[in-house]
C-alpha cells in the first residue's frame, strides 16, 4: 500500500516511543507531476516501553496526516517539547511549492500548526536530509535547494514551537554552493562554540568529493574555516551521492 522510506524513532520523556514513516498511499500517481496530490502521507505510531500500542495517540495508536497537502513529504526529525507537543521537521510539498518545514500536534495527536520556508516560489527543488536540535532548544534542518547543476547547501533554523527562526541568516534560512556543481549537505553537527559543521556532497564535473562547510550560529558562513567556510576532499571512490554506496544503507531522507 505504499512506498516505506526514512523510519524514524523518537524516544518521549514519558518513556513512550514515537515512530514515523513516510508513505505514499496506492490509489494516487505518486509520478505524475500534474497530480497535485500525490498522496504522500506522514504516518506515526506511539508506542508504550513494553512496546504495546498507545491507544491515546491518534485514538488507536495510529495515524497518518498530510500537512500542507503535498507531493513530497518527508519527515527528518521529530522533537518531543516539554508541554507534550511533538514536532515533525522535513521537507513539506504543496500546491504551489515544496519547502522545508515543521508540523506540529499536541499530544493526542491533533494537528495544531504547521511552518515553513522557501528559497522562492517554486521553481527550485528543496530537500531537508539532516535535523537537530541545538542545547538551546532551537532546531537546525539541513540538505539542499536549486535543480541540477545549480543545487546548493541548504539550512534553515526553528524556535522551540517549530516557527522559524529569523534572527537566523536571511529570514531563518540560508543558501550557498561549496563547488561549481551539484552540492548536497547529508548531515550537520554542532560544535562547543555554537557553530554548525555540514558534511555532504559535491559534484566536481566527474565525481562526488566530500564537501565541508561551516557555519556561525547567526546563520552567516564562518571564513575562518578554510578563508570561505567551505571546503572539499576528492574521493575517488565516490561516484554517486547515495551514501548507501558507502555504507551499504541508505540516509533517512535521501530520495
Same mark, same amino acid.
Given at each position: 500500500?505504499?512506498?516505506?522510506?526514512?523510519?524514524h524513532l523518537s524516544i518521549r520523556?514519558?518513556?513512550?516511543?514515537?515512530?514515523?514513516? /513516510?508513505?505514499?498511499?496506492?490509489?494516487?500517481?505518486?509520478?505524475?507531476?500534474?497530480?497535485?496530490?500525490?498522496?504522500?502521507?506522514?504516518?506515526?505510531?506511539?508506542?508504550? @516501553?513494553?512496546?504495546?500500542?498507545?491507544?491515546?495517540?491518534?485514538?488507536?495508536?495510529?495515524?497518518?496526516?498530510?500537512?500542507?497537502?503535498?507531493?513530497?513529504?518527508?519527515?527528518?526529525?521529530?522533537?518531543?517539547?516539554?508541554?507534550?507537543?511533538?514536532?515533525?521537521?522535513?521537507?513539506?510539498?504543496?500546491?504551489?511549492? @515544496? /519547502?522545508?518545514?515543521?508540523?506540529?500536534?499536541?499530544?493526542?495527536?491533533?494537528?495544531?500548526? @504547521?511552518?515553513?520556508?522557501?528559497?522562492?516560489?517554486?521553481?527550485?527543488?528543496?530537500?531537508?536530509?539532516?535535523?537537530?536540535?541545538?542545547?538551546?532548544?532551537?532546531?537546525?534542518?539541513?540538505?539542499?535547494?536549486?535543480?541540477?547543476? @545549480?543545487?546548493?547547501?541548504?539550512?534553515?533554523?526553528?524556535?522551540?514551537?517549530?516557527?522559524?527562526?529569523? /534572527?537566523?541568516?536571511?529570514?531563518?534560512?540560508?543558501?550557498?554552493?561549496?563547488?561549481?556543481?551539484?552540492?548536497?549537505?547529508?548531515?550537520?553537527?554542532?560544535?562547543?562554540?555554537?557553530?554548525?559543521?555540514?558534511?555532504?556532497? /559535491?559534484?566536481?564535473?566527474?565525481?562526488?568529493?566530500?564537501?565541508?562547510?561551516?557555519?556561525?550560529?547567526?546563520?552567516?558562513?564562518?571564513?575562518?574555516?578554510?578563508?570561505?567556510?567551505?571546503?572539499?576532499?576528492?574521493?575517488?571512490?565516490?561516484?554517486?551521492?547515495?551514501?548507501?554506496?558507502?555504507?551499504?544503507?541508505?540516509?533517512?531522507?535521501?530520495?
Amino acid at each position: 500500500y505504499g512506498d516505506h522510506r526514512d523510519l524514524h524513532l523518537s524516544i518521549r520523556r514519558q518513556r513512550q516511543m514515537c515512530i514515523r514513516d /513516510s508513505v505514499s498511499t496506492h490509489h494516487h500517481n505518486n509520478h505524475d507531476p500534474n497530480d497535485i496530490n500525490h498522496g504522500h502521507q506522514l504516518r506515526t505510531i506511539r508506542l508504550h @516501553e513494553d512496546g504495546t500500542l498507545d491507544r491515546t495517540y491518534f485514538g488507536d495508536g495510529t495515524g497518518a496526516f498530510n500537512p500542507f497537502g503535498g507531493a513530497e513529504e518527508g519527515i527528518v526529525e521529530i522533537v518531543p517539547t516539554n508541554n507534550g507537543d511533538i514536532l515533525f521537521l522535513g521537507t513539506f510539498g504543496g500546491n504551489a511549492y @515544496e /519547502s522545508f518545514g515543521a508540523a506540529r500536534t499536541n499530544n493526542l495527536g491533533q494537528q495544531e500548526e @504547521e511552518f515553513r520556508t522557501s528559497w522562492d516560489d517554486g521553481t527550485n527543488a528543496e530537500r531537508a536530509r539532516r535535523g537537530i536540535q541545538l542545547p538551546d532548544g532551537k532546531i537546525i534542518l539541513v540538505g539542499q535547494v536549486g535543480n541540477g547543476a @545549480e543545487r546548493d547547501f541548504a539550512i534553515t533554523r526553528h524556535l522551540k514551537d517549530g516557527s522559524i527562526d529569523n /534572527s537566523f541568516g536571511d529570514q531563518g534560512k540560508l543558501r550557498f554552493p561549496v563547488s561549481n556543481a551539484e552540492d548536497i549537505a547529508w548531515d550537520v553537527h554542532v560544535q562547543k562554540d555554537g557553530k554548525l559543521l555540514l558534511t555532504g556532497s /559535491s559534484h566536481n564535473g566527474q565525481n562526488w568529493d566530500l564537501a565541508v562547510a561551516r557555519v556561525n550560529y547567526d546563520g552567516t558562513l564562518d571564513t575562518s574555516f578554510n578563508g570561505t567556510g567551505t571546503t572539499t576532499i576528492p574521493c575517488l571512490l565516490y561516484t554517486s551521492p547515495s551514501p548507501r554506496d558507502q555504507r551499504g544503507s541508505r540516509v533517512p531522507g535521501y530520495g
